[in-house]
């Protein structure tokens, strides 16, 4: 009966959303999400009083200057009055979106990419354009070529440590990609929220590199502290920044204080590199583990050891992996198929693993349930 | 040179946003934003672990469950399956913008109504159309001529306790919108955020009463518990439901667990009803304070006493109160003016004042101040 906008026809259905929903109310062991382990969660003090309070749209100071350190110590310079905290680095997403792209805007991805953000850009509209990636990024032509077509309104990449593979841009990649956001315009929507589940070391964010174009930079709270405070940040251009605060306000007021100062909390502890190392430990263990069983139990499978983040890009050469979902599923295992990671929908063949919320035991039972379904589905042809 | 998206020409400063701003870094009595009084902010206890991780884009289902038995207390039945977490009520805003607005989009809304409402639903585009409104709400032959220029696809209200003039619609008000949403199919957005500043009796949501049209129901956490928690949820009709859970995955993944669990807390508290009682008493006494000061400092004002919330609705005749903003805040006090709660910008006279954020002093010192200006202006003409 309500008549609903356009874009609600582009709203589909997140079927990491019915995964994670399937999974969570019954026994199937779940490699689909990207939940931390259990193990690196903390249980964080109740901070002092001052935060109860409605706050600023772009956050509290004192953090905003905190995350600028971060920044800084990680070779991007940006001052704490371009620092945002942000509901998550999704919400960083949202506002990119709202900021950049109308129906038929086109904006560039990797392929693979996040999924969440694919989401959101085919929501406003995006006209998406894919560019080839792997571990090493895309290959500097690959670039080129999708500029040459036109270049798109934004660009947005993973560079450090990418959501799915894992891997870090080459040199040559990075470089291609400043070169030509410069030339164009192009704004570099760089999102960066891994960089601490390893050890490193790591390349300074991107945009730090460019010239003229304008940038967006987001990062995480939920992947080396605590997903449940919903908090990230996003540091941006000059030109973009005020903008985005308005949105930003217009979005929902501001973050969370309470996140906000636990998170503050957490930067000045002295103790945080040591957490850090104790998680990126954890998270080296698992990745070994994982590894090892997937060698085992899918040798078949082709894949790259990630340079951190949280999952294991694989393909099963000539499988279509959203059709083995379902009797994945009901034999107990969950997974996420290749081509949620596609822009166009392609990489058919591939699935993303998650090896940081299960323990090693669990993971290796799920991995050997996919093989099991595998072994099944080719005997019954 | 980036290329912003055309709403991005509708994304207005806002002027709440700086005069907050101003009035947070110098000495002027703020009588513009709508704080809670400091004295009703509680210090709560960490809640125990169980939120840290990931959750469901929703909402935890205990809280959930807790809400909608909240509603059922105030005369609404929807099952805890159609209640949604938002991060802040704000966000429900920009839910129900994304779902429904498109650029030219009929979005009916009161005349004087919540200015943050009006900012998301221009940025999406809204064409909106303002139905002059009062203490008793609107009169039924304007919302039946509002209808008659042609149905709006989405009618925002505040019904019970409006945001500015804390009055509460009529009977007959009351009637006259549900008979044209259900006869319309418009969707009747209802925002009730201060119901539980002061003691009632209130009425039911009005959304309880539609037969057919779709609706949302937003209410908040901000006003009578934490605004630093930054927590608000929404109920949906059956049709709407879904759709506002994809947008709010997009939008944010899911509002900050760490809250959710603090506001589970305080809603199982046996000791609410005392607190709220507490918080009520608070807002009475500050409210005929306020008065008292008003009658005194301001006698050439026209105003009626709010049912609750925490604004007095003031106009001063023949006064441009936009033009008396700059002068007032150079002498140390800050209002809203009425403009920036009309849909079309009149309500030039106007002003909203609240009474809840200063103690009854500065209060009486702000509104002093707001007189010496108008004597000064008038004797410099």
Redesign the interface.
Same mark, same amino acid.
Do not use: C, E
């Given at each position: 009966?309500?008549?609903?906008?356009?874009?609600?026809e582009r709203?589909?259905?997140?079927l990491v959303?019915e995964i994670?929903?399937a999974a969570?109310s019954s026994d199937i062991i779940s490699l689909a999400?990207?939940?931390?382990a259990?193990e690196t969660?903390?249980?964080?003090?109740?901070p002092a009083?001052g935060?109860?309070?409605?706050?600023?749209?772009e956050g509290d100071m004192p953090l905003r200057i905190a995350v600028s350190e971060l920044l800084d110590s990680r070779g991007l310079e940006c001052p704490a009055g371009r620092i945002m905290l942000?509901?998550?680095s999704?919400?960083a997403?949202?506002l990119a979106a709202?900021?950049?792209?109308?129906e038929g805007?086109r904006v560039a991805c990797e392929n693979p990419t996040y999924l969440?953000a694919l989401?959101?850009f085919r929501?406003?509209g995006a006209d998406l354009r894919e560019v080839d990636s792997g571990m090493a990024g895309p290959a500097p032509d690959a670039i080129a070529k999708c500029f040459a077509e036109g270049a798109p309104?934004m660009f947005y990449a993973m560079p450090s440590i990418s959501n799915p593979t894992g891997g870090i841009w080459s040199e040559d990649a990075r470089r291609a990609l400043v070169e030509r956001c410069d030339r164009a315009?192009t704004?570099l929507v760089e999102d960066d929220p891994y960089r601490e589940t390893s050890a490193g070391p790591h390349p300074a964010p991107l945009v730090g590199s460019l010239k003229?174009?304008?940038w967006i930079h987001m990062g995480s709270f939920?992947k080396s502290l *605590?997903?449940?405070? %919903? &908090?990230g940040f996003l540091a941006a251009s000059e030109?973009?920044f005020p903008?985005l605060?308005?949105?930003k306000?217009?979005?929902? *007021?501001?973050?969370? %204080? &309470?996140?906000q100062a636990?998170a503050l909390a957490d930067l000045r502890d002295p103790a945080r590199d040591r957490r850090l190392a104790r998680l990126q430990a954890i998270y080296g263990e698992r990745l070994e583990a994982f590894a090892g069983a997937l060698r085992q139990e899918l040798p078949m499978a082709g894949w790259a050891k990630p340079s951190g983040g949280m999952f294991v890009w694989a393909r099963l050469p000539g499988r279509d992996t959203s059709a083995l979902l379902d009797p994945c599923m009901k034999a107990g295992v969950a997974f996420l198929p290749g081509r949620e990671c596609s822009p166009a929908g392609g990489l058919g063949d591939w699935m993303r693993l998650n090896f940081t919320a299960c323990d090693p035991e669990r993971s290796r039972e799920g991995l050997a349930r996919i093989r099991r379904c595998l072994e099944e589905l080719r005997s019954s042809i």
């Open positions: 009966m309500a008549a609903f906008a356009r874009r609600i709203l589909r259905p997140s959303r994670l929903a969570a999400g990207g939940l931390p259990a969660l903390q249980a964080p003090a109740m009083d935060w109860q309070q409605y706050g600023q749209s942000t509901t998550g999704q919400q997403l949202d709202k900021l950049l792209i109308d805007t969440a989401q959101v929501l406003f309104n315009g704004v003229r174009a304008p939920s *605590l997903p449940g405070i %919903r &908090l030109d973009l903008l605060v308005r949105l306000q217009g979005a929902d *007021l501001h973050s969370s %204080r &309470l996140s636990i």
